[in-house]
């Protein structure tokens, strides 16, 4: 077994915890896996291993299924009063509060994220994650509906959990992705198992200790660490588990699908996406080129509505992509827990092989790169220089595909058919984001109104909040997550006629 190496700049708390044993997180009780096998996690500023985490397999995704299933049939989390869920839930949020800058820290040495900025946006938002969700246990409602069928009839409807949920998360805001998952799901009455990705289990673990802590009740919430392709698989398929949510590749979500139809569970997916940056002549440069370098570098890149295709009317082409390519140039690749960190590692060697090679076919379908490349320069972990590509066209595969790194590829149009620009925009299997970004109204509401994608930003990209719901068009998914609308995802509706 390799040996742990932990970063000497985190917190001792950070070290005790990053280092010490994990255990997986079944019925309230933190347990070996079955196997008693482990695997390595990495850091991805230096490749070294930092954690042993458990392998659960099968036989654990079973225990942890009837655990869940038990939880919710017993009826006590189901009917626990409202308010004390929303009490139970705010406990989370304060402990994840109070915990903010060691859960910045895990963050940072498990996925690469600077430190700097996994303090001030991942961790607070997933605490306000919990506290909006806490909100709507209270607030589960249904209605009184008037039936033709005759006056001698009453009839309601209530919104009931939908039961044992299942929810599968990837690497790029572990933690933040956690609460997405399972914020909703707590505040409808649901239990849970959630499996972080192998890449980046650390946070989840540390949350399982937050949840005991905050004394939810046994089984309600279990964790698993472990293999997409047996751990995620069991859980797809448990015919136990009554619903799936899953964030991450389209191709994995058609699994995902296809092994959910077995007792027919009901699916979300929040997949892949390759969004648009529509930039006009009479944007605000002073906001557009900062805001569209920033939609795409964001996070390393490694963001699913990342506005990675850059659509530039042609009067203001240079100025935008000059202006992008100066801030990327500028960005300070570092590890994460490095103060002067703006860039850190992207998440494992194969992202950053993946993201290199679409650079590489780029250049070779004859793209130019007008700022950052392929080389990283930098002899440990997996850089990738922020990268700006020109000369592209719509076949080429940097154009068409999700690269899920900091590489956008800019497009001139000359076009002031707004209908036209929108078709363009449109011309990809995706339909998760875009941004618009001018200072004509009815050019910002033309575009919002074509586009087909879950979220359009105007003069802003990237702008999320747990009151706004969040998902895809097309191969992007299926359903929503936040806002009002993810309830309806992790509730059924009963209807109820009396005869009177
Ligand atoms: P995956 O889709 O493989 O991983 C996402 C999650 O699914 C992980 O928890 C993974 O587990 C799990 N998983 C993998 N295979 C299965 C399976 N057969 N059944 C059930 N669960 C499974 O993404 P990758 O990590 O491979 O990243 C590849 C690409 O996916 C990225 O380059 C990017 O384009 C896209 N992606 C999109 C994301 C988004 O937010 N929409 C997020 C992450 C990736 P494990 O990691 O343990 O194998």
Redesign the pocket.
Known sequence: MATITVDPRVSGNTAEFVSGRHLLYIDGQFVQAASGKTFPVYNPATGEVIAQVPEADEEDVHRAVLAARRAFDDGAWVRMAPAARTKLMSRLADLIEEHNDELAEIESLDNGKPFAIARVNDVPKTAAMFRYMAGWATKLTGTTLPLSAGPDFHAYTMREPIGVVAQ?????LPLLMAAWKLAPALACGCTVVL?????TPLSALRLAQLIDEAGFPPGVVNILT????TA??AL?KHELVDKIAF???TE?GK??VKAAAGNLKKVTL???GKSPAIVFPDALMDKAIPGTASAIFANQGQN?SAGSRLYVHVKVFDQVVEGVGKIADKIKLAPGLDPACQMGPLVSDA?QR?VVGYIESGIQEGAKVTAGGPVSGIERGYFVRPTVLTHTNPGMKVVRE?I?GPVVCAVPFSDDDIDRIVQRANDTIFGLAASVWTQNLSVAHKVARGIRAGTVWVNCHNVFDPALPFGGYKQSGWGREMGEEVLHHYTEVKAVTIAL
């Open positions: 599968i998360i990837p690497w790029n499996k972080p990705a192998e890449q472990g293999f997409g392709e995620g698989a797809a964030t991450g590749s994995v699994l995902i929040e997949l892949g699913c992202q993946r999700e899920f």
